[in-house]
């Protein structure tokens, strides 16, 4: 018999069960329980359902636009998505098409996972684990079967086993091509690893075992924590916008067998099986360190990108961004990929070099040119002939010392202090800065001539939070990387430190979330998982951009802006609640005597007043409060009757 298909209308109107019937997924009469994280299963009436997240999705056709909570979404055709698909693989390769597929659904996955962390806050994990596969369905990409999904905290494992209905890759793979000899649901895979990994802060691993495309009745898929795998390279590399990014599995424990070690170890360096590593990039014995570039958000891969695109050539790169981006690290992979990586990189930060002495160290130093000059010695330039010389925060240099730079880089040779011959220099200048040039040479603080030399090629590096479905990926990759520096074994993040993550803003980039990870380790006890108060113990403070309403017994509630491990949390008592809390202390009430719960919808529109009128009236800035979006938000104003001013 035919599935009656049913609108986000009907889905709000019909009562929950009487959904879930309309959509198919479980007899109306009994509702199937789902496996899950060594549970008795999870029911279809678990919170989110089905119909509490279609009321996040928003139609706005007046103004062409279309919201998911806050994120924008498009309503496209699965054959449009088809003949792109069909456009890729024909033009770029098989293996490419793959993996730039399995990183866009990545990225959906990733946001989603988002989604349902800021929308439902208190969900439990089993709960928020099978939002996804409702979302997924939801979108209309796929009607997931869960088999089993176990997650252990103590120990940080994920074990997984999914069964997929009505895939629409498939239609169109198959429409395409036929039924072949291996899996094509490439953007559904990245999406599951996208949002489980996103989820639970570590890297779970997604692959399928059997698919449509390649033969089998359907498609069945397992998803397992990285360490729990074998063989884990080639679903990672898939993942990697270039050879030389390295999406690192969660940590690798000794007990695990050297011949997976090994193999987990390479996809640290983003080798493909049987492939060698780029430049010097596999020569540290630590596969963590610092030399490894992680990440898989649109932001960070289109920085990668760029980076390919320029390293062939000797053209000048100018990396800009803010303190703690990955500047360097950027700067020492250009060298590595580039044509003079058997050569010297030498790297200075201008600084931390005196103004007496930029000269001397930039072009070096003739014995006797000044007092103490005992020696002559070569300067940066010298040393990195015929490699690749980095000059970090350029913008600190001095006017003076800025003139004898742009010389150098005109004249292409250098003369070294109290000398009297100029010697050739072959160098790749590389600069990096976390100020605005055009601003500092408006401002005349910078040469506009140096500038302009400098703004050959410039390349971008995305704040951290510019790239939020990097975290779960760093998150592993230092975890894994402090465990061996420090010989601690702790098995992973809790779920409120996973939350806590996502919930601050990072003023210090990667930078400080490689501290906090490195601290953690350290104040963390072996055997149990890192918990906030083990991250957030050096007095950071939460941007507060997140707020959830906390109801009590006593007919109201408190908004609680999100804090990390209660750092920054500050609860602001709903005004009717809290009026009618003083009306009983002054009738010699206790609060345990009130004998009426408030109603959700009241607790709903009180919270909306209470965030408007401490946003003063900005729509958009409550939404924020929220955490919603300034649709959303305007959506629920009108709906309460609710005016802004």
């Not at 996955?109 to 939801?138: I, K, N, S, Y």
């Amino acid at each position: 018999m035919p599935k009656r298909r049913v609108s986000l209308a009907d889905l709000h109107r019909t009562a929950l069960g009487q959904g879930q019937a309309l959509l198919g997924t479980v007899p109306a009469e009994a509702p199937r329980a789902l496996g899950g994280f060594d549970t008795h299963g999870i029911s279809q009436h678990t919170h989110p359902t089905v119909a509490d997240i279609s009321e996040c999705l928003f139609f706005s056709p007046g103004d062409g636009r279309i919201w998911l909570q806050d994120q924008r979404m498009i309503l496209l055709h699965s054959e449009a998505l088809g003949s792109l698909r069909r456009e890729l693989i024909d033009s770029i390769g098989l293996d490419k098409a793959r993996g730039l597929l399995t990183r866009a659904g990545y990225v959906s996955g990733a946001r989603d996972a988002r989604l349902v962390r800021q929308q439902w806050p208190d969900a439990e994990p089993t709960a928020a684990a099978m939002a996804g596969t409702r979302l997924h369905a939801l979108e209309g990409v796929v009607q997931v079967e869960v088999v089993h999904a176990r997650y252990n905290a103590e120990l940080g494992e994920y074990d997984g086993e999914f069964i997929w209905h009505n895939s629409s890759e498939d239609d169109e793979h198959i429409a395409a091509y036929g039924v072949g000899g291996s899996p094509a649901c490439w953007m559904q895979v990245g999406y599951a690893t996208g949002y489980v990994s996103t989820l639970f802060g570590r890297m779970i691993v997604f692959r399928e075992v059997e698919c449509r495309s390649s033969g089998a009745a359907h498609c069945r898929v397992v998803g397992k924590s990285a360490e729990l795998w074998d063989d884990p390279e080639q679903d990672l590399f898939y993942l990697n916008a270039q050879d030389f990014v390295g999406t690192p599995p969660a940590s690798l424990p000794t007990s695990m067998p050297e011949g997976a070690r090994a193999k987990a170890r390479t996809t640290y360096l983003g080798v493909p099986p049987g492939k060698a590593a780029i430049g010097n990039a596999g020569s540290a014995a630590d596969p963590t360190a610092s030399a490894t570039m992680v990440g898989a958000s649109s932001a960070f891969n289109a920085a990668c990108h760029m980076l390919q695109r320029v390293a062939p050539t000797a053209a000048t790169v100018l990396f800009t961004g803010e303190s703690g981006v990955g500047k360097e690290m950027f700067a020492s992979m250009l060298h590595r990929i580039s044509p003079r990586s058997s050569q010297h990189f030498v790297a200075i930060n201008c600084a931390a070099i005196p103004e007496t002495l930029v000269e001397s160290e930039l072009f070096g130093v003739e014995r006797g040119a000044y007092t103490g000059a005992g020696t002559s010695r070569p300067g940066r330039f010298e040393r990195a002939h015929g490699g690749t010389l980095f000059l970090d925060e350029i913008g600190t240099l001095s006017l003076v010392a800025q003139g004898k730079l742009l010389r150098a880089l005109q004249e292409g040779e250098v003369e070294r202090v109290g000398g009297t011959r100029t010697v050739r220099v072959d160098v790749r200048l590389v600069a990096a800065t976390n100020v605005d040039l055009r601003q500092a040479v408006r401002e005349g603080t910078f040469r506009e001539d140096l500038f302009y030399r400098l703004n050959v090629f410039p390349i971008h590096l995305p704040p951290l939070r510019d790239r939020r479905d990097d975290i779960p990926l760093l998150m592993s990759h230092f975890l894994a990387h402090y465990q061996r520096k420090h010989q601690r074994q702790v098995p992973g993040f809790s779920q409120a430190a996973v939350k806590a993550m996502f919930h601050y803003p990072f003023p210090g980039n990667i930078r400080e979330l490689q501290n906090l990870i490195e601290r953690a380790v350290i104040l963390a006890t072996d055997g149990e998982p890192i918990e906030p108060h083990h991250l957030f113990a050096g007095g950071e403070q939460s941007g507060g951009g997140v707020m959830s309403l906390h109801l009590q017994g006593n007919s109201g509630g408190t908004l609680h802006a999100q804090g990390v491990a209660g750092v920054g949390a500050t609860p602001m008592q709903v005004p009717q609640a809290a009026a009618a809390a003083s009306a009983r202390a002054g009738a010699g009430q206790t609060p345990a005597a009130a004998p009426v719960v408030a109603p959700l919808h009241q607790a709903e529109e009180q919270m909306l007043r209470q965030a408007l009128q401490s946003a003063g009236g900005n729509v958009a800035l409550a939404g924020r409060l929220l955490g919603i979006s300034r649709a959303t938000m305007a959506y629920r104003v009108r709906k309460f009757g609710i005016s802004a001013k």
